[in-house]
């Protein structure tokens, strides 16, 4: 589920309002940085509403577990489970990163998260095997990669560049890592990526309920979108994901720089807006870039 669906957005601002580019008005945001990492931690997952942290978590990495458990014998092919966990914890180590496959091969010999001293260490496995687990986690829908974005609609880019990284939900990534609500506190940056991971879980259940799709953008002179949401009429919009009310001004600057070089040539978004985290209200600045907290946002 999406914030707005399990309860956790207000729900004020509707992307459909922001696509169109309509007038939003000021509505208020109550989310904290305990809030928020509760919904990272606990997930989307309707069976997680009304329990206790504790279980929520715990609910979650038994689900990662029987994903596991299912991957080791799918399609009557044996499987190690200690590659199948290697490889998610890459995954999730990766999350919101371009991170290629190469990467996610390199990292399945190598310690990561807080595992047992006895599991640190696992053999490496090849190319191909990885391959392989990735492919059954995607049937397994584990997976829910960002495509890459370019405004011609025959351009190479939308089948040659590299897919953002994603589990289905943040909540997969901490189970993975088993990172505790304490240590997210006092990693800004891994807290920033699984922020970034909740906004574009809601953005594409947003962007598919009114008929749009979700990618995200970079290009060969450095410039990137974090998340682009485009329509079925070709219109799309811009948006920069940031958890601290501080970062909104370079994130609007960064976004109209971007469509002032891209309007140049005729393909430059129509909507310009900064999704945060810890924000107090959504509104639309006076240069047009929309400021909308994830829990105000709704389809």
Not at 139 to 154: K, V
Not at 244 to 268: E, H, P, R, T
Request: charged letters at 30%; glycine letters at 10%.
């Amino acid at each position: 589920m999406s914030l707005y669906e399990s309860g956790d957005s207000l729900g004020s601002v509707s992307l459909s309002d922001i696509m169109g580019r309509k007038d939003i008005g000021i509505s208020d945001n109550k989310a904290t940085i305990d809030t928020l990492i509760g919904s990272i931690v606990s997930g989307g997952w309707p069976g997680n509403i009304g329990l206790t942290d504790d279980i929520k978590k715990e609910r979650v990495s038994g689900y990662l577990e029987s994903i596991i458990e299912d991957a080791s014998t799918m399609d009557g092919v044996r499987r190690k489970k200690e590659g199948l966990w290697s490889v998610v914890r890459s995954l999730a180590r990766n999350e919101s990163t371009l991170a290629t496959n190469d990467r996610i091969h390199k990292d399945t010999g190598i310690p990561i998260g807080d595992v047992p001293s006895d599991e640190e260490l696992k053999p490496s496995i090849s190319y191909n095997t990885v391959m392989d687990y990735l492919g059954v986690f995607d049937r397994l829908h584990l997976i829910a990669n960002q495509p890459a974005f370019d405004p011609n609609i025959r351009s190479s880019a939308r089948v040659g560049k590299a897919m953002k990284r994603h589990l289905t939900d943040p909540s997969l990534a901490v189970a993975a890592l088993r990172i505790s609500k304490e240590r997210l506190v006092n990693d800004l940056r891994t807290f920033g990526l699984l922020f970034e991971s909740l906004c574009e879980r809601d953005l594409q259940i947003y962007s598919r309920t009114i008929g749009g799709e979700l990618f995200h953008y970079r290009d060969s002179h450095g410039r990137e979108i974090d998340a682009v949401i485009e329509m079925p009429d070709g219109k799309w919009g811009a948006f920069e994901i940031k958890l601290g009310a501080n970062q909104i001004d370079d994130a609007a600057v960064k976004l109209i720089d971007i469509k002032k070089k891209m309007d140049d040539g005729g393909n430059g978004p129509s909507t310009l807006c900064v999704i945060c985290g810890l924000a107090d209200h959504a509104y639309r600045r006076d240069d047009g870039v929309y400021v909308v907290p994830i829990t105000s946002l709704r389809p």
